[in-house]
């Protein structure tokens, strides 16, 4: 009976990857209305990584990816990302053409393994396979897992090594095995370079490990050992790395160029506004409802859950509370501190940043199954029932979130991902180059990320000539509207009402490109004279 037990449950798992699988990885090239703006830097720099070795500044197998305005002479970002992503395209884009589905099918096979990452921590966790494939199939259908899980950015990538850390704790937990501590810490610490909040929240994880699980003193040397290795091997290969950690700071706020970095930290730091803002992170709209107003990072139509997991995480926390087991601990303390790097870093746009806090899903499914197991557990018809109907309702609310996805999404989304519409730009310039050979494109400099959208469609299309023709043009400065020779391309924002200056110039409006809800997004001018 065991023999059969196990193969109808390994059944059931690769049925549940398949299922996953075609629901992440079907219309990839769709999968937002046009490509976002990190997605294009990502795919830039991973082509220019899978070419030649380095990014997109000249940085030899960089450790830190530089973010750069391709077509700036300056560097005005400042930005720095982390290596894992990009390496990952870029292993892509060596066996693939560079399109949209290739570049976010890394991204997607990323969901699908925390789908069985999950599976194997529900497992461990509740002793139970049953529970485990439910605990799979719960973040499969997840809102936020599913939405990050199409998009080629790297808000995802912490997840596998935050789902494989906590099975080798809890393995841990259960055996005190040295080797599961140790290993647990040095997943941590390779998982500092998937994305940048991962510097805070995986030393927080290690911390809590040791805090929680409570391992012998002669543990922590080598537990430590283990979670800066990867630090040890890696940083010494970062060049400027005195430059990449102050451009870090300052962007994050953790410090200011004029002022001491402990300094600056106390002058900038507002108790009341980082509770205010980790409050966000709990409130039940946020959670349950509409996942922020971030058109970018959830629909606005569904929480970062949905909505029947609100009660099953409510009663999973109030089941850990009562229990205090070193196992609950983890749970309880790890989806708190989800939000604590954008708490004490403060990015830019912190409100409501459902990426930026996507470790919360690993611990609020798993809080949610400990709600199933307590409920199911009471062996009285009212809770079974409650059980039942919860978990019914789950796939019916994921099926009408994932046609919205497809549907009204693309239009009420597009203006997050490309104002400019730039997909459907290059093929205008493309078809205006058939008929009559365009001299060269200008992009109007006004600092929405156009020339990092443009070197990617050129990039798909097979058009590095078209590229190698592409400049910057300041509308308010007539000089450089002059610089424009005869059958250059111009782009503006439709309807700008600074586009009368190139009429003026001389030059003549020869299209406009409409975006995906029929809305005018781009004109293109040609100069004529």
Not at 346 to 365: C, I, K, Q, Y
């Amino acid at each position: 009976m065991s023999r059969l037990r196990e193969v109808l449950v390994a059944a059931a798992l690769v049925a549940l990857l398949l299922a996953a699988a075609v629901v992440y990885m079907t219309g990839l090239d769709s999968a937002q209305p046009y490509i976002a703006a990190d997605e294009a830097h990502f795919a830039a720099n991973a082509s220019s990584l899978a070419r030649s070795g380095t990014d997109l500044r000249g940085h030899q197998l960089p450790v830190f990816v530089h973010i750069i305005d391709p077509l700036a002479t300056v560097d005005r970002m400042h930005a720095w990302y982390q290596p894992f992503l990009f390496y990952l395209i870029a292993i892509g884009f060596k066996l693939q053409p560079i399109d949209e589905w290739s570049l976010r099918l890394p991204v997607a096979t990323i969901g699908v393994a925390n789908v069985l990452l999950m599976f194997v921590v529900g497992r461990q966790l509740f002793r139970s396979s049953s529970l485990g494939l439910l605990a799979a199939a719960a973040l499969a259908i997840t809102p936020a897992h599913f939405l990050f899980s199409r998009m080629a950015a790297d808000y995802l990538c912490p997840l596998p090594f935050v789902l494989a850390w906590l099975w080798l704790a809890l393995r841990y937990a259960e055996h005190r095995r040295l080797a599961h501590l140790i290993a647990a810490a040095f997943i941590l610490g390779c998982g500092l370079y998937t994305y940048i909040s991962s510097w805070f929240m995986m030393p927080l994880l290690a911390a809590l490990t040791l805090l929680v699980l409570r391992p012998p003193l002669q543990a922590l040397l080598p537990t430590a050992v283990a979670f800066v290795a990867p630090s040890i091997l890696l940083l010494p290969f970062q060049s400027s790395l005195g430059t990449v950690l102050n451009d870090i700071a300052g962007r994050y706020q953790i410090a200011a160029p004029e002022t001491p970095a402990l300094a600056s930290g106390v002058m900038k730091f507002n108790l009341t506004e980082r509770v205010a803002l980790l409050w966000d992170y709990f409130n039940p709209s946020f959670l349950f409802f509409a996942g922020g107003n971030d058109l970018l990072m959830a629909t606005s139509r569904a929480g970062v859950f949905l909505l029947p997991m609100a009660a099953l995480i409510g009663w999973g926390i109030y089941e850990l509370a009562r229990r205090r087991s070193p196992e609950s601990l983890l749970l309880l303390l790890g989806f708190l501190a989800a939000p604590l790097p954008i708490v004490i870093a403060l990015p830019e746009a912190p409100h409501s940043s459902t990426g930026r806090a996507l470790t919360m899903l690993v611990f609020g499914v798993l809080i949610a199954c400990v709600g199933v197991q307590a409920l199911w557990r009471r062996s009285t018809g009212a809770a079974r029932a409650v059980v039942v109907l919860l978990l019914a309702a789950m796939p019916a609310q994921f099926i009408a979130f994932r046609s919205d996805y497809f549907a009204d999404y693309q239009a009420r989304s597009w203006a997050r991902f490309d104002p400019n519409a730039t997909r459907d730009v290059i093929t205008s310039v493309i078809e205006l180059d058939r008929q009559e050979p365009v001299t060269s494109v200008w992009l109007n400099d006004d600092g929405d990320d156009k020339s990092i959208r443009w070197l990617f469609y050129t990039l798909k299309h097979g058009r590095q000539d078209l590229w190698e023709r592409t400049r910057y043009f300041r509308v308010e400065d007539a000089a450089s509207v002059a610089a424009v020779p005869l059958r250059g391309l111009l782009m503006m924002h439709a309807n700008d009402p600074r586009s009368n200056r190139l009429l003026e110039a001389g030059c003549s409006k020869v299209a406009t490109v409409l975006a995906v809800d029929s809305q005018p997004a781009t004109d293109i001018f040609r100069r004529d004279r």
